[in-house]
Antibody
Framework: EVQLVESGGGLVQPGGSLRLSCATS????????MYWVRQAPEKGLVWVSR????????NYADSVKGRFTISRDNAKNTLYLQLNSLRVDDTAVYYC????????WGQGTTVTVSS | DVVMTQSPLSLPVTLGQPASFSCRSS???????????LNWFHQRPGQSPRLLIY???NRDSGVPDRFSGSGSGTDFTLKISRVEAEDVGVYYC?????????FGQGTKVEIK
């Protein structure tokens, strides 16, 4: 069974940092582009970042560029998102999802930025 | 960025009756390879999104055949032939023809 399991969310003060992880199983992780998508409370879905299969191509939404860093460890079948200089408007559920079609999603991990 | 506009934003439906949602893009979603990369997702309350339809009209694995997608260019439609209770939630369209990927704002479906 294909699975994506996010972790690492929590409550952090503005300006703080978090590292999100997405552990995967049930498919050949190293063959796929991976994406992070977030959803603020009671809001819609917004793409955050993506990384290609070997980590050589990375893109970010303008709203997180310079603050967030996506990475992957194909030996551990795990995707990461380092969140730095967090702002109140980064508060959201963060989902990892597979491939350009976003056909598989994790359950999400909640990031709350508040003083 | 390509703007995806969904309508209506809220749709009260009657069990057993059909329902239809619209998604319009600010640019054509036909890619250089001739394909149109428009997907539909369903998100139940408190759950993750689920892919329903990819490339305009292809149902993902396990999606009931009461769901169908159609459209071309900039205008797309998702239809439910007979609404069931489990269909409540928010439906999002998303394009992955152009960069960056963009989602519509969602159509919320509730049972009357």
């Amino acid at each position: 069974e294909v699975q994506l399991v996010e972790s690492g969310g929590g409550l952090v003060q503005p300006g703080g940092s978090l590292r999100l992880s997405c552990a995967t199983s049930g498919f050949t992780f190293s063959n796929y582009w991976m994406y992070w998508v977030r959803q603020a409370p009671e809001k819609g879905l917004v793409w955050v970042s993506r990384i290609n299969s070997d980590g050589s191509t990375i893109n970010y939404a303008d709203s997180v560029k310079g603050r967030f860093t996506i990475s992957r460890d194909n030996a551990k079948n795990t995707l990461y998102l380092q969140l730095n200089s967090l702002r109140v408007d980064d508060t959201a559920v963060y989902y990892c999802t597979r491939d350009h079609s976003m056909g598989v999603w994790g359950q999400g991990t909640t990031v709350t930025v508040s003083s | 960025d390509v703007v995806m506009t969904q309508s209506p934003l809220s749709l009260p439906v009657t069990l057993g009756q059909p329902a239809s949602f619209s998604c319009r893009s600010s640019q054509s979603l036909v890619y250089s390879d001739g394909n149109t990369y428009l997907n539909w997702f369903h998100q139940r309350p408190g759950q993750s999104p689920r892919l329903l339809i990819y490339m305009v009209s292809n149902r993902d694995s396990g999606v009931p055949d009461r769901f169908s997608g159609s459209g071309s260019g900039t205008d797309f439609t998702l239809k439910i032939s007979r609404v069931e209770a489990e269909d409540v939630g928010v439906y999002y369209c998303m394009q992955h023809t152009h960069w960056p990927r963009t989602f519509g704002q969602g159509t919320k479906v509730e049972i009357k």
